[in-house]
């Protein structure tokens, strides 16, 4: 991972990088905003953290280009003029999370270690550039999908967006459910109040109730300053909770509390907030089985599940598949400065008889890496990863009685992604000669993260081709 420090202190940066760097992360630093947003424009950052107050360009202007550009790349301010109102004027502006000079070293490993983690479980979910217009023949609410079952959750979006009725989104991982929570906010009479987003799975079991609810001053240690929590950054908006199966069951009761009563108080504080929110949550669980194992709390979920949207899984949508398909090949295009126009009607079928597994992300990726290595206008069959020409269809899948054994899935999974990674990297040290260093840049990871990767994969033969021929190390 890749984080750039943007800060006009010269203290702040060397502490800061230092201490990031001995986590194990890639750094880079820039003194002002307009040097920060030169830097992300020339190489792969994953993670920002910028200072509200600098020369040039200040951290919010540098956020809004950073979300604007670099839609994947996530931002957290950090700042000593810090209130409320530019807390929520940050969030809502798309920034993953606001820190308060002077704070704990602990405190920012553990925002850095959220914010990394939320990268991870995001890449395994769809990560879309939305279309242009609201409603165009590809779908509506800048989604993707025509068929009939994604035409069923557009009509009750239609129905449910301008209400304030709790909303459960289901469905497997990378299935556009994050897509689907934006539409319902951005449809809704909210849609100028705050959107924020939470990832349960990202958050520390025993930070969840400080990042839901807030904190005061001195409520445990390293708590230097009040901070607002996200139930009170989503006053007058909406707020959506990714992955609600993973909240603690001792904290869904207090979540429970505040959702019927609409108040709380925060850690460590005796005031009593209350907030007008509404709550949209999201799952790839089944949220009954998980009641059945006394994981999840009935109470809470009759409240959550006021109104289910259940997305479904690509293979079972295939109509939309050459939809996202021609969609992502445009995306990649622009990234990629490639001037691919279409897929030839083998390559199509190719794609529509895969059973993917790993949904509308695994396409995505499948695009990405088929349009890094075509030397053609047109994606034939042959353009295609190996392995997806010889996977088997949807009715092929390996089953086990009749149903697939999870186990067996895990590791069809786990050796197709060593497939993929591989020839992935084989093809990047082709093109480069052998040269370890450049075959990461093409690759969008650090050096170290590629030869722990070609080790991993037993590549190690090729990290020494090429690499005196230009100093590398």
């Not at 201490?19 to 890639?26: A, I, K, Q, S, T």
């Not at 890449?123 to 165009?136: A, C, D, F, K, Y």
């Not at 449809?187 to 839901?212: V, Y």
């Not at 190719?350 to 949904?359: K, S, V």
Request: with cysteine; hydrophobic share 40%; aromatic share 4%.
């Amino acid at each position: 991972m890749r984080i750039l420090i943007a800060d006009d202190e010269v203290n702040m940066r060397k502490v800061l990088k230092a201490m990031l760097v001995r986590e194990g992360y890639d750094v880079l630093v820039a003194e002002d905003g307009e040097r920060a947003l030169h830097l992300i424009r020339e190489k792969a950052i994953d993670l920002l953290i910028t200072d509200l107050r600098m020369p040039r360009r200040d951290g919010l202007s540098l956020l809004d280009c950073v979300r604007a550009e670099f839609p994947d790349t996530l931002v957290i301010l950090i700042t000593a003029h810090g209130t409320v109102d530019s807390a929520v004027s940050a969030l809502r502006r798309g920034a993953f999370d606001y820190i308060l000079k002077p704070f704990d070293q602990d405190e920012m490993k553990l925002v850095v270690n959220k914010a990394i983690k939320t990268l991870e479980l995001n890449r395994t979910n769809i990560r879309s550039e939305p279309v242009s217009v609201l409603q165009t023949p590809e779908g509506r609410y800048e989604i993707i999908g025509r068929s009939p079952k994604m035409a069923e959750v557009y009509q009750i979006i239609a129905k449910v967006a301008d209400t304030p009725s709790t909303v459960l989104i289901t469905g497997e991982s990378g299935t556009g459910k994050e897509l689907i929570a934006t539409a319902l906010h951005e449809q809704s009479s909210r849609k100028n109040g705050p959107f924020i987003k939470i990832n349960c799975a990202a958050i520390p079991k025993n930070l969840m109730e400080s990042e839901l609810f807030g904190y005061e001053r001195g409520a445990f240690t390293g708590a230097v300053a009040s901070k607002p929590g996200r139930f009170e950054l989503a006053d007058g908006g909406t707020l959506f909770l990714d992955e609600i199966a993973e909240i603690p069951a001792e904290m869904q009761v207090k979540l429970l509390r505040a959702l019927q009563e609409s108040e709380f108080e925060r850690v460590g504080g005796i005031k009593t907030i209350r907030v007008n929110v509404r709550i949209i949550t999201a799952t790839n669980r089944d949220l009954r089985r998980e009641i059945e194992l006394g994981n999840f709390r009935e109470d809470l979920f009759f409240r959550l599940n006021v109104v289910p949207i259940h997305l479904p899984a690509l293979r079972e949508r295939t109509e939309d598949i050459e939809l996202l398909a021609q969609h992502f090949v445009q995306k990649y295009n622009k990234r990629l400065k490639k001037q691919v126009e279409n897929f030839s009607a083998e390559a199509l079928n190719c794609l529509r008889q895969c059973p993917w597994q790993g949904n509308i992300r695994e396409l995505e990726n499948v695009v990405e890496r088929t349009l890094l290595f075509c030397d053609s206008n047109i994606i034939r069959i042959e353009d295609l990863p190996e392995e997806l020409r010889g996977r088997p269809s949807q009715t092929k899948t390996a089953e086990v009685g009749g149903a697939i054994s999870p186990l067996s899935m895990k590791e069809i999974v786990r050796q197709k992604t060593s497939i993929i990674e591989r020839d992935l990297i084989v093809k990047a040290l082709e093109e480069t000669q052998g040269n370890v260093t450049r075959a990461a840049q093409l690759l969008k990871i650090s050096r170290k993260g590629l030869q722990l990767k070609m080790k991993e994969l037993d590549l190690r033969g090729n990290d020494d081709r090429g690499e005196d021929s230009n100093g590398d190390e």
